[in-house]
């Protein structure tokens, strides 16, 4: 084992780590105001809907893969696009909304 490996071993580590806070600092902070917990929830939930949608909509015939995982990727690939074209819409409807003010 030289030091390449210790180095990708202790980024990975890393990794993990900051992973878990930056998913059990929020959910910490948010056990104080119950509110906030139950608006995250509904953003997951319709995230959900959204990717459970793309998994319908997403056709199965990749060659080179299975049918579950090219329905998965398919279905990745139109939650990208929904989740960015909403970030469009919601960053032009901000701008004009303050142009409008």
Do not use: H, W
């Amino acid at each position: 084992m030289d030091i390449i490996d210790i180095g990708i071993f202790a980024s990975y580590a890393l990794i993990v780590l900051c992973a878990i806070a930056a998913i059990g600092m929020p959910l910490v902070q948010s056990f104080g105001d119950p509110k906030s917990l139950v608006k995250s929830g509904i953003g997951v939930g319709i995230l959900v809907v959204v990717f459970v949608i793309g998994y319908v909509i997403a056709d199965g015939n990749a060659e080179g893969t299975t049918y579950a995982t090219s329905k998965y990727v398919g279905a990745g690939i139109i939650t990208t696009y929904v989740c960015f074209f909403a970030a469009i819409l919601g960053i032009l409807f901000t701008e004009i909304s303050k142009i409008i003010r």
